[in-house]
Each structure stands twice: as C-alpha cells, then as structure tokens.
C-alpha cells in the first residue's frame, strides 16, 4: 500500500495521498494503468508500424521498384535524384535503378545506362526504352515516361507507336532531296527535249546537290535554299539562279503531291532574289551597220566555214543552233527556180508536243545569195552530210561558238552577237514595211523568224504567205550584201 502511495505521489505530486487507504488504493491502480501499461502498448505498436513500411520500402526498392503504376511514394519509396543517376556504375552484372511509375534507370556491366519504363498491354507486361543517360535527363525521362503512359491510357500501344516513329524517321533520312529531285527529274524527261533535259538535271548537280542534295527533304529550310541562289547569283548568273530557284521549287512540288514534304522553302525566297533586268540580245538597228560588220568580218583572218555560216546566219535570219547543224538533205529544189529549206520540227525551239508534230516543218525559201552560200559550202567541203562541218571532225558540225568568237574578236563587246541577226532583219524590215504602207508584213516578217502565234496549233500552215515570203528574203538579201562579194571569194580570203 505504501508502494502505491509513493508511486501515486510520483506521477502525481500529491504528497496528501494516503489518507484514506482504500479509496487510495483504487485510485493508484488507475494511475498504474494510464502511465505505465497503455504508453507502452502505444509504443510497442509505432514500432511495429514502422518497421513494416521499412520492410515495404526495401522490398519495393531492392526486389521490384514498381508494382501497377502504384507511386511508391506514398509507402516510402525513395525516387531517384540525379546524382544517384550520376554516380549509377557498372557493376558484376546488369541492374536497375527504380523511379517511379514503372520508370527505371537500366544499367549495364559495361557501364551503358538507358531509360526504361515497364507497362502491361493488353494483359502482358512489356518494356519500353525511352532513351540513353546522361543523354536524356532525369526529367526528361519522366516527360517521355509521362507521354507514353498517356498513349497507353488511349489505348495504344508506346512500343508499337515508337517503332513505327523510328521507321518514319529512318524513311525521312533517305529522303533526301538528291533522291527526290532525280525521281522527278525521270518523270519530267519525257516531255523535255533531250538537250533541256540535260541542262536542267546539269544546274542541279552543278549548284543545287553538292550543297543540299545529302540532306532530308523535309529538313531543308528557306534559309539553306536562299543560300545556294545567292551563290548563282554572286557569279554573276541572276537569270540561272531565278531558273534554278524555279527548279527547285518543281521538286517539292511533286515531294508534297507524293507525300514525302509539307511544304515548299523555294517559294518564299522569291521576294530575296536579286531583280532580273532582262534586255533583248545585243544587235545592231540599222542596215548600214549590218553591211559594216559583215564587211569587217569577211576581211578579216577566220576559217572558210565558219564566215559562210555567218553570212547565211545574216540571210536566214535562223537561230544559230538551227543553222550550224543543218544536213543536206533539208534543202528541197535547189536546182528549181523556188528552192525551199525544209527543216524539221524536231529541230526547231518548239515545245515537245510540236517537235513531233510534221505540221511545225519550218519552210524558209532561200534567196540567190543564200543559194551562193550553199554553193560555196559544198565546194568546201562536197563529201560531207553536214552544211557546216568541223575543220577536225567532219561528221560533227562546226563548234557554236565558231562564229560568236569572231563576233567578239572583231566587234566590240555588247554591240551584236549571232542571234542579233534575227532583231536586224526585224527592225529593218519593219521598219520598210511601215514606210511603205505595209502593215500586212508585220505578221509575215514574224513567220518568217518562226514565230507561232499561240492558239493556231489546228489551223497551223507552214507554208502560208509563201510568194511573199519569199519576195521579203530575197528584198533582206539585196539590201544587206549591196556591193559585197559572192561567196565564192569568202574561200579565198585570209584565214587564221
């Protein structure tokens, strides 16, 4: 009884305790019991709380890191930080290091550490690399954890999606614009001349694919496309550099209709480029200055060949890539009173759908000192199938720039060029026509420098206006060669 008292005085302080021993008694086995066995039962329990999370939080972290999406979080679990990731080495043999939400750190024994995130689709468990370490952050990850665990909320699945995202992005590299520009360039073959199609697959791999040809269709911005325009037209080539720019954009054209671009970075640049100042060739506007040059260029040193071609240039009026190629067996009734130069349109500058077309013949008649031309050349050269053959290999006509060098040597620069013929004749003749009350030429004069008017493809007659056609050729030819001397003397002359 007194032990109680004294423990009753001990949690109490109430040194009056005693007094009446039996209520006393009942009141300190209270006391017992509220400050000795309850407080230890409390205290029994919280150990026992915590050392269960403990075993929880080493199991979920050392055997399985996951479970169902559940975030461990809540029961303990430790996410990882980015110094754990920093110090994760490689070890005996490979390992994981758990975040949360099935996301985990995968470390190799070679050392290699990749992003990993464990799901279950469709009833299966399966896993999903998202991406290498340092490479790819901590944060990162968890983003790339967090899309993907929403597409498989929707239902897809993230292996199978980033699969196909891989296949995508491999397809897109081999896109490159190389690839797809020559792919267009063979469908577009078909409708070009070859000698055009040559050109435009030639400016390409000239300018336009040591620069960006390597690189994804897709890929190539504005900027890139400005750069390699600039260069054209830093040479200076302002005129290939707009026909280049033209090209280019061609070819996303058809990338988009075919599905491999979404849009075309060639035509924005189209407000950056240098302006084109377009001029017409250089040619000289009166007849006197025509007779000069040709006197200048009949006197001076230069091959027989190529001062005949250059005469009959002036006569014809023809374009010089027409007239250096032409074969003998164009030219019809030589021998008749009306003979008749008949070349093909498959030779003439006419889209692909007239080259083929027999009705875009081109008929020039042929002047008496045209027909001196033709004597002469035969002389020169009376076994060859060519007009104007090479001086070194006579079954290649003479080089197109045979007569432009002479042009250039003898007269100054900028004045006239070969195919400034062709304006001469039409200013001067025009220009009589006028004086004369002639309006009708005008449009005779345009057939005979082989010009069709656009809409007359079914009504087309090569042949219309013929007599005064002719009486036109042979008026141009008596003016320009007044007092200058027959062909035949055009071989005898120097030469260089």
Known sequence: ?????????????????????????????????????????????????????????????????????????????????????????????????ADAHGLYLF???????????????????????????????????????????????????????????????????????????REWHGQQVSGWVPRHAADVLKS?????????????????????????????ENRPSIETARRVRQRISAVYAYAIASGLADADPAAPIRAALKPLIKGRQPA??????????????????AHPMTKLASRLLALTALRQGVLRTTMWS?????????????????????????????????????????????????????????????????HKPISENAVGYLYNRLVSHGRHVPHGWRSTFSTVMNERAQAQGLAGDRAIIDLMLAHIPDGVEASYNRAAYMPRRRELAQEWADLLLKDMPPAMALLEGPRR
């Not at 407080?39 to 915590?50: M, W």
Request: overall charge positive; charged content about 25%.
């Open 330 to 394: 164009e030219l019809e009734g030589l021998d008749a009173e009306a003979p008749v130069w008949r070349i093909p349109a498959a030779r003439m500058k006419l889209k692909l759908d007239r080259k083929i077309d027999a009705r875009f013949d081109f008929l020039l008649p042929l002047s008496r000192q045209a027909m001196d031309v033709l004597a002469a050349a035969r002389a020169f050269a009376p076994y060859s199938r060519l007009v104007f053959p090479s001086q070194r290999h006579a």
């Open 1 to 97: 009884m007194v032990e109680c008292a004294a423990l009753e005085m001990r949690f109490t302080g109430n040194r009056n305790v005693g007094s009446n021993p039996t209520l006393s008694a009942r009141q300190s086995s209270h006391l017992i019991a509220n400050h000795l066995i309850r407080p230890g039962i409390a205290i029994f329990l919280a150990h026992l709380v915590f050392h269960c999370i403990a075993y929880v939080r080493i199991t979920a972290r050392v055997i399985w890191g996951h479970y169902g999406g559940i975030n461990l979080q809540d029961w303990g679990h430790w996410m990882l930080t980015d110094l754990q990731c920093k110090k994760a080495k490689a070890g005996e043999k490979d390992y994981k290091l």
């Open 107 to 181: 470390v190799t024994k070679a050392g290699f550490r990749s992003w990993r995130w464990k799901y279950r689709f469709a009833g299966k468990e399966k896993r999903l690399v998202l991406g290498s370490y340092p490479e790819m952050s901590l944060g990162a990850a968890r983003e790339a954890r967090g899309n993907a665990a929403r597409l498989l909320k929707s239902g897809v699945d993230p292996s199978l999606q980033a699969r196909q995202l891989a296949a995508m992005r491999l397809e897109e590299a081999e896109t490159t614009f190389e690839a797809v520009a």
């Open 204 to 232: 390409l791999e000239q300018d336009v694919f040591p620069k960006i040809g390597a690189l994804p269709i897709k890929g190539i911005t504005s900027p890139m496309v400005l750069e390699v325009i600039r260069a054209i």
């Open 284 to 301: 000289l506007a009166t007849l006197e200055e025509a007779r000069a040059l040709l006197r200048t260029v009949e006197a001076a040193p």
